[in-house]
């Protein structure tokens, strides 16, 4: 199998309903309304401070000690806005979802390669779900916070799956390393076994004569 292909795809007998995608939609309007920059770096931040252990995830929050260090990083805003970027576009495909699968399973195969764990996809989904009630307060009620649940399962489940096919792919590399090592040692082991067995002037029919130029 090849690395991040999409090949295995999430279920959806369990997808969203209309009603469901109706509030994800309109309630993410909202959001996009107030700044999508603004509401990702409060996302990232909020991960650096409730969740430290996260921080070496992310090379440039390493130094980032304090709330005001967070807030004016250039590079942590940035992250932030591609991250709520890409969930703008998971929401304008959310009545297609399958269109996006393709995109899930690359991210989820590229933050393997970064270090990130399938587990570590429950913290980012209640920290979503934090930010999401900060920005739209008190729009954001018990449907709304169950339909973005559910949305979030959706979407994480499949950046899984890109995950699971990184760490075979990387297996599979290894294991073909291997092998091929295995198979140098044997042939250097036959060919060490043919000339001590008298066959040298086979290989080189002069050796005897043999000088040094």
């Known amino acids: 199998m090849g690395a991040c292909t999409g090949s295995q795809k999430f279920d959806f007998n369990q997808k969203l309903s209309p009603s469901e995608m109706k509030l994800i939609a309109e309630t993410w309007k909202l959001v996009v309304k107030s ?3 603004k509401h990702g770096t409060n996302l990232m931040v909020k991960i650096f401070i409730e969740h430290k252990e996260l921080k070496p ?3 440039f929050a390493r130094n980032l000690e304090t709330e005001e260090q967070m807030n004016s990083n250039q590079t942590l805003k940035a992250h ?18 399958s269109s996006f699968l393709p995109i899930l399973t690359q991210l989820g195969c590229s933050h393997q390669r970064w270090g990130v764990k399938e587990e570590q996809f429950e913290i980012i989904g209640e920290v979503l779900l ?8 008190e729009k ?3 449907k709304v916070k169950l339909a973005w649940t559910k949305f979030f399962y959706i979407l ?4 899984k799956i890109g995950i699971r096919q990184q760490i075979e792919s990387e297996n599979e ?6 092998n091929i090592e295995i198979q140098l040692i044997d042939g250097d082991l036959a060919a ?3 000339l001590s067995n008298g066959n040298m002037n086979k290989v080189l029919p002069d050796s005897g004569n043999f000088e040094m130029s």
């Open 156 to 159: 994480s489940t499949q950046m």
């Open 57 to 59: 995830l992310w090379r």
């Open 192 to 194: 060490g076994n043919y």
């Open 130 to 137: 934090e930010t999401l009630q900060d920005a739209i307060k």
């Open 35 to 37: 700044g999508l920059s």
């Open 80 to 97: 932030g806005e591609k991250l709520f970027n890409a969930i703008d576009m998971a929401v304008n495909s959310i009545h297609d979802l």
């Open 140 to 142: 954001f009620t018990q």
């Open 173 to 178: 590399k290894i294991v073909q390393k291997q």
